[in-house]
């Protein structure tokens, strides 16, 4: 059982570990997940471990990282939420979240990135916090403007050769 280094009120957030290939490759080998991180539609296994690698390497750096979620009533493993280093700066996070399909729909995408929104202002001081998604997810586009980001560019993102639309944060007042 994985510890919780963070609870709301449904959901358990948790470090990842060496020690979560099995956990990790159910999230970024699910393909309604990795249609929409990558071109090809799926990480390799190597591509899993460098993923992993980089979260674990975030956390030791930065404090941060896209958590593992689970929900807190039945254990079960939902996605990740969390952030990182926006183009390794150390004020300015990204936010991110990947849920398996299972999950969607259901709130807990939202739930745990107003708490990570909330970390980034609160505890990790952040200046300002980004998000992207790929430009056929129109749920994030909505998750992200119900939690007060705004679209202000478009960023090529590498992995899926494609240009998204980048969002900043600005307060729900």
Sequence with gaps: MDQYIFKTERLGFSVWNKSDTEVATSLWS??????????????????IAERLTREIQNQALYGVQYWKLYNLETSEFIGCCGLKPYHD?????????????????????????????????????????????????????KLLAKLGFKAFTTEFYEPTGLVHPLYSYFPVV
């Design 30 to 47: 699910h393909p309604d997940v990795m249609r929409l991180l990558s071109a090809t539609g799926t990480y390799t296994p190597e591509q």
């Design 89 to 141: 700066e150390t004020d300015i996070y990204e936010l991110g979240f990947q849920l398996l399909p299972a999950f969607w729909n259901k709130g807990y995408a939202s739930e745990a990135a107003r708490f990570s929104v909330n970390y980034a202002l609160e505890v990790s001081k952040a200046q300002n916090i980004f998000s992207g998604h790929h430009p056929q997810n129109e749920s994030s586009a």
